[in-house]
């Protein structure tokens, strides 16, 4: 079976610009989560749905962030404008009830 | 609010050894308790689990006790090999309750294995 898929997975752009990641998680799987890692801060959750709903978007860093899942095979995070300090790794995770999260690769973000 | 507490922050072991990284916890609303293994420029990816109903778990090298009563859980790698040498989040989730399903990870332990 396919993990869960993340793309792009390097993106590098410059500050003001939009910049969308996408993320296809393991069918049948309900939930779907986005990590923020950054040696830092560690791993953040930022926002995750359940059945295309989001459900707690408390970690979403400020009105710049955005989230989207359209459907049950695909979720985007936007970020309007970019800044330097987004720079960090972005992770989609997904599961099912009473089971353990399955994590991307994840999308290394750069923003100079 | 860290909800799970993870130690030690880094840990060198020798060839062989015996790995043990400790993690504690407060909210009784957990009843699931994985482990992730994540490599430099890797995702985390999970490794062992286990439900607070049983109080050890092995898979190979990797056993997890679990103390229900203490709100403790403890990953055990033995005869550590140098490529198990990665950074180790134990985690809890809440399969019930208002945030059920979200993972609450410990800080991460940096493991080094020496040859």
């Known amino acids: 079976d396919a993990g869960v898929i993340q793309s792009p997975r390097h993106e590098v752009t410059e500050m003001g610009q939009e910049v969308t990641l996408r993320c296809k998680p393991i069918?049948?799987?309900?939930?779907l989560f986005w990590y923020r890692q950054t040696m830092m801060r560690g791993l953040e959750l930022l926002i995750y749905?359940?059945?295309?709903?989001?459900?707690?978007d408390s970690g979403m860093p400020e009105d710049r962030f955005s989230a989207k899942m359209p459907n049950a095979s695909f979720s985007t995070l936007k970020i309007q404008p970019s800044e330097p300090r987004d720079s960090a790794v972005y992770f989609c995770?997904?599961?099912?009830?009473?089971?353990?999260?399955?994590f991307g690769p994840g999308t290394r973000l750069t923003v100079t | 609010q860290q909800q799970v507490k993870q130690s030690p922050q880094s840990l060198i072991v020798q060839k062989g050894g015996i790995s043990i990284i400790n993690c504690a916890y407060e909210n009784t609303a957990f009843d699931y308790f994985p482990w992730y293994q994540q490599f430099p420029g890797k995702g985390p990816a999970l490794l062992i689990a286990i439900r607070p109903d049983v109080s050890e778990k092995k898979e190979g090298r990797f056993t997890i006790s679990f103390n229900k009563s203490a709100k403790q859980f403890s990953l055990h790698i033995m005869d550590s090999q140098p490529g198990d040498s990665a950074t180790y989040f134990c985690?809890?989730?809440?399969?019930?309750?208002?945030?059920?399903?979200?993972?609450?990870f410990g800080r991460g332990t940096q493991l080094t294995v020496w040859p």
């Open positions: 749905f359940n059945n295309n709903v989001p459900i707690d």
């Open positions: 995770a997904s599961t099912t009830r009473q089971e353990s999260q399955y």
């Open positions: 985690a809890a989730i809440p399969w019930r309750g208002s945030t059920l399903g979200r993972l609450y």
């Open positions: 069918s049948g799987h309900d939930y």
